[in-house]
């Protein structure tokens, strides 16, 4: 469940940086809840990522703000196509065993910074 999202652009650097403030709901009686955590963690990688292009770099933080002494944990700028559910659900974790207070249902914020890359070669000058 997003509970707040803002976007900020960054147009002279071609970036722009994303902020959810998330909360997972708890699983129902019948679902286990690491199969569950993993759906939550596709369900969420593929909302950040599908409005960007394949080329384009992504950095992803996150942090637990309810416990303000723990680091931020992530993942440095990669191509799109690298930032998969496994390895977000592997930062994920590390946010989770950081932290020995940390409940499934506790708010967690992502943040994505998305670098959109140059197409084409360029400018070609006349020739003449």
């Known amino acids: 469940m997003i509970l707040d999202e803002t976007s900020?652009?960054?147009?002279?650097f071609n970036t722009t940086?994303?902020?959810l403030l998330i909360k997972f709901r708890s699983p129902g009686e019948?679902?286990?809840?690491?199969?569950?955590?993993?759906?939550?963690?596709t369900a969420l990688t593929n909302y950040l990522v599908k409005e960007?292009?394949?080329?384009?770099?992504?950095g992803l933080r996150i942090r637990n703000p309810e416990n303000v002494q723990d680091e931020v944990v992530g993942i440095s700028f990669r191509i799109r196509d690298q930032l998969k559910p496994r390895l977000v659900g592997y930062i994920f974790s590390k946010v989770i065993q950081s932290n020995s207070r940390f409940v499934l249902t506790d708010r967690l914020e992502v943040h994505l910074d998305h670098v959109r890359m140059p197409t084409g070669n360029g400018r070609e000058k006349p020739k003449g």
């Open 8 to 12: 900020k652009p960054f147009p002279k």
């Open 17 to 19: 940086g994303r902020s």
């Open 30 to 41: 019948e679902q286990e809840p690491t199969a569950y955590l993993k759906e939550c963690i």
């Open 52 to 58: 960007v292009n394949d080329r384009d770099l992504v």
